[in-house]
């Protein structure tokens, strides 16, 4: 069984438990025409992930049309489902049972939805019901009245070439991606951009990419992290394409909005569809261009099964709809950098003279120099010579701080032995809210008035590390009389006026200055690439990259400083050299074999389950190259520190991983055999369900 190219059988019946209730044979007068209606099913249970077939009834024959919304009888339960396609006949060897009802007339399934969530569900191991739950909004009926009434009227969209592509003149290979998109071609790129703000941003060069491939006639399908982004995005569009033209499919704005812009593309009243990740989805007609900004963010990184990336399905529908293709940051993941090499993407860059014009200068308080002027500058939480910048900078405007943790003191030390101070109830980590707030717990919120140290008994705490909070607090006493801005956790801002201030920020929560920030502060550097993952060097260089881009070049006084080691993360900054960087990390990773130089799958849950599923993998007839897998585990999940000493705790009760890392060439089969496996244990229930991840980041 398979999907897609992997898995055809997500959409082909086959013989697994679960069938419709069978109607009895003296039923009501069927359609003339095609009276059988194949049906997929919202369920996200593996062995009922395949259509089953309904009669249709002649009342029902001129509104039950493929893509429709239905109601069905199911093991005397209504279940919800679409309707895929109308045939004349069925496999099935009993009478059919009837359509129940159609919910509604309007087909918002398209067939190109159908066969990219298909495409998605093979891929990633999942269920078509699981994917078209976030390509398909929830139904509001007075939306739908407003389409079937004929109130979604079109809107006059100019379609003369774009004007406004200056910036895309001073990178490699900018213009001709242009070109070739304004003559109706679909190039594949990988866009490095400079800047984050003004009209050389990426927000205005995504917008001019967009308002090019208008003007062949084709839509386009723009997807962001989050909505600080999207209004970036939504105010650069509106200087090169009526509003008219635009939907925003962000789930933020509420259902009744989003379901309205959804019909708007499908309906062809809107050509461009912007918005966060169910927008990678949305029905736009004639879809000439995809997009994908800042694919590095884990907010790409759909939170429900299958757990698909916002990435790989602009890849997949790109290939699927012969659409072009633009993957921008600031940065180059190594995801990116391996399409790059592969010749599957062309690279987009600014030459070194365009670098050296535009960027800002970085300095680093860990080399010799400054080593040599502030001897004290590696222990330090604000060196000299960040503070010099500071200072500086705040003669001609903002100037922000990026730190590493939210809240005041985030974690607690014993001061004796210096061990983490952790909760008596729980052993979570305690922390501190603010000057005069009591220790509590972060996981249970208990407070900890007598805390005494386990290790060492120790009554006395001190802070084992700065939050926002805190750097605020402290920044506003070094800076007397200056304004301090705070940017994290629940009270993010998307931008900061242009007068001196110092604008405190968590990782990922920038605000932007429309002219750009006089100087930049990265602190914590270390904090961030010592976490154990992966990925921290890769992801700390991400987010390093995007607040520099927010700096005014170094030609208008534009100064980064950063408070970390000299490692090869740090060199990329300094240098500004992004797809270096990515170029390292992939050598390493193919050295080591590891993601993205082959597929992971995670295989999550009780130990007794993920043994079975293993085992039932691992001697199924469908995986021949089973041999060539390696495996990692099973292994705990996590050791908390009330089992810490404890092996049969940790055999017993700590759900268990194994990993199996996948080359592409094997990616397919064993994929089919994995869906194969997990369909079967759900219909013979002979095991627990686990968590199964195709891919995950979180998971090395």
Same mark, same amino acid.
């Given at each position: 069984?398979?999907? =897609? ?46 259509? #089953? ?29 679409? +309707? ?25 399934? !398209? ?54 592509? =200056? ?84 789930? *933020? *704005? ?7 812009? #959804? ?10 569809? +912007?918005? !966060? ?23 790409? +990184? ?27 940051? =600031? ?16 690279? +987009?860059?600014?030459?070194?003279? !365009?670098? $050296? ?87 249970? %919120? ?116 950063? !408070? ?14 992004? /797809? ?49 897998? $390696?495996? &990692? ?42 869906? /194969?496996?997990?369909?079967?244990? &759900?219909?013979?229930?002979? %095991? ?13």
């Amino acid at each position: 069984m398979a999907g =897609h190219e992997a898995q055809p059988s997500l959409l082909q019946p086959s013989l697994l438990q679960g069938f419709p209730d069978r109607a009895p044979v003296n039923g009501p007068p069927l359609a003339a025409e095609n009276p059988v209606a194949r049906v997929v099913l919202e369920s996200s249970l593996p062995h009922l992930d395949r259509p #089953f077939d309904y009669s249709v009834p002649a009342e029902l024959a001129e509104v039950a049309a493929p893509g429709v919304r239905v109601k069905v009888k199911f093991n005397g339960q209504e279940l919800n489902g679409y +309707i895929i396609e109308r045939r004349a006949d069925s496999d099935a060897a009993a009478p059919l049972s009837t359509l129940h009802k159609v919910v509604s007339p309007v087909a918002v399934l !398209t067939p190109a939805a159908l066969e990219l969530a298909g495409t998605v569900a093979g891929r990633y191991v999942g269920s078509l019901s699981d994917v078209l739950r976030t390509a398909i909004p929830p139904r509001v009926a007075k939306v739908e009245k407003e389409l079937l009434a004929g109130d979604f009227e079109a809107g006059v969209v100019d379609l003369k070439p774009a004007t406004d592509a =200056h910036a895309w003149a001073s990178y490699g290979n900018g213009e001709p991606y242009l070109q070739h998109l304004a003559k109706g071609g679909s190039p594949k790129a990988v866009l490095t951009a400079l800047q984050g703000f003004g009209p050389g941003g990426w927000p205005a060069m995504v917008a001019s990419a967009v308002a090019t491939v208008r003007s062949s006639g084709r839509g386009a399908v723009v997807v962001v992290p989050d909505y600080r982004d999207l209004e970036q995005l939504e105010a650069a569009l509106a200087n090169v394409l009526p509003s008219s033209d635009v939907a925003r499919l962000t789930a *933020d *704005d509420g259902q009744t909005p989003r379901y309205r812009n #959804f019909l708007r593309l499908l309906s062809g009243t809107a050509g461009v569809a +912007i918005g !966060t990740r169910s927008a990678a989805y949305a029905p736009v007609r004639d879809l000439g261009l995809v997009v994908c900004w800042d694919d590095g963010d884990d907010l790409h +990184i759909e939170q429900r099964a299958p757990y698909a990336h916002t990435r790989e399905v602009l890849l997949l529908r790109a290939e699927q709809e012969n659409a072009a293709c633009l993957m921008a940051s =600031h940065n180059r993941s190594t995801e990116l950098q391996r399409l790059v090499e592969m010749q599957w993407a062309v690279p +987009i860059e600014a030459p070194r003279s !365009t670098v $050296r014009a535009t960027a800002p200068r970085v300095l680093n308080t860990a080399d010799s120099f400054e080593q040599e002027r502030d001897p004290l500058a590696r222990i330090a939480r604000l060196p000299g010579a960040a503070w010099r910048a500071a200072k500086e900078g705040l003669e001609r405007g903002p100037v922000l701080v990026q730190v590493a943790r939210a809240g005041y003191a985030p974690s607690l030390v014993c001061e004796t032995c210096r061990e983490l101070a952790r909760c008596n109830a729980c052993q979570g980590p305690l922390a501190v809210n603010s000057s005069s707030a009591m220790p509590a717990c972060r996981w249970c %919120s208990t407070p900890a008035p007598q805390w005494r140290c386990m290790h060492c008994s120790g009554t006395r705490l001190r802070r084992g590390a700065a939050g926002v909070m805190r750097t605020a607090e402290e920044l506003g006493r070094a800076f007397p009389g200056k304004a301090v801005v705070t940017s994290s956790g629940e009270h993010i801002k998307a931008t900061v006026p242009d007068a001196p201030a110092l604008v405190v920020a968590t990782v990922g929560a920038e605000p932007v200055a429309s002219n750009g920030y006089a100087a930049a502060l990265l602190l914590d550097g270390n904090s961030l690439l010592r976490r154990e993952n992966l990925r921290a060097g890769e992801d700390t260089v991400r987010r390093w990259f995007n607040a520099a881009s927010l700096v005014k070049p170094a030609s208008q006084g534009g100064l980064v400083v950063i !408070t970390a080691d000299d490692t090869a993360a740090t060199g990329a900054l300094l240098r500004w050299d992004a /797809a270096g960087f990515a170029s390292r990390e992939l050598a390493l990773r193919k050295e080591l074999q590891l993601p993205p130089a082959v597929r992971v799958a995670s295989v999550t849950g009780p130990r007794a389950d993920v043994v079975h599923f293993s085992d039932a993998l691992e001697t199924s007839a469908h995986l021949a190259s089973i041999a060539k897998l $390696r495996k &990692a585990g099973p292994a705990p999940v996590q050791l908390s520190a009330s089992n810490q000493g404890s092996a049969a705790a940790v055999e017993n009760d700590a759900d268990v991983r194994t990993l199996y890392f996948i080359p592409y060439a094997d990616a397919a089969e064993t994929t089919r055999a994995m869906r /194969a496996v997990k369909v079967a244990n &759900a219909a013979k229930r002979t %095991s627990g369900p686990v968590q199964l991840r195709l891919d995950g980041v979180d998971v090395l």
